[in-house]
């Protein structure tokens, strides 16, 4: 018995001071409520699909909150990128899924060359060889034309949205990475 009283006085300052509890939040974010948005395509869940939380009338808005989702479609959300949930409030929904081929010359040569003309040739084939295509309607990439919308209230907040017809656009301002 005293044997665990000493183990949990010791134990107690240690963990309080690792922060155990998890990062503070900066002193001025919102509170932050549990938030889960699942995304579908034609029924079937996407996977790999980019989803932002985004003000329309204020593009500025600090509390950036968002995530990708999981084999299930479920984009569990996040702000700040590691704080969970989202702020109160009406947002957009912005959700996004781009795909690459990758150049027979990429992977033969994963990185271009060191002098200045090869770089700029090994750039100029990848360029010509790969391609990029957006997986889902691109009106659902832009927060002016997104007609996706959330409001996150106190407490759990989960909502389903289908992003219509599967598509797969070349996206023609491809940059090599």
Avoid: H
Wanted: net charge neutral; proline share 7%; hydrophobic share 35%.
């Amino acid at each position: 018995m005293q044997r665990a009283l000493i183990i949990a006085l010791i134990s107690a300052p240690i963990l309080a001071f690792c922060g155990c509890g998890g990062e503070k939040t900066p002193p001025d974010m919102p509170k932050l409520q549990p938030t889960s948005i699942t995304i579908v395509q034609e029924g079937t869940p996407v996977e790999g699909a980019s989803v932002q939380l985004q003000k329309k009338d204020d593009l500025a808005y600090k509390w950036f909150a968002g995530g990708v989702t999981d084999a299930q479609g479920v984009c569990v959300i996040r702000t700040l990128g590691k704080y969970n949930g989202a702020p109160e409030g009406d947002f957009q929904v912005v959700v996004y899924k781009t795909t690459r081929t990758e150049s027979e010359t990429r992977k033969n040569q994963p990185s271009p060359p060191q002098d200045p003309e090869g770089a700029q040739e090994w750039v100029k084939k990848v360029s010509a060889e790969e391609k990029e295509y957006e997986e889902i309607d691109p009106k659902y990439k832009k927060v002016e034309l997104t007609d996706l919308a959330i409001t996150i209230v106190p407490g759990k907040n989960a909502q389903t949205f289908d992003v219509g017809a599967k598509v797969r656009i070349e996206n023609k301002q491809m940059l090599t990475k």
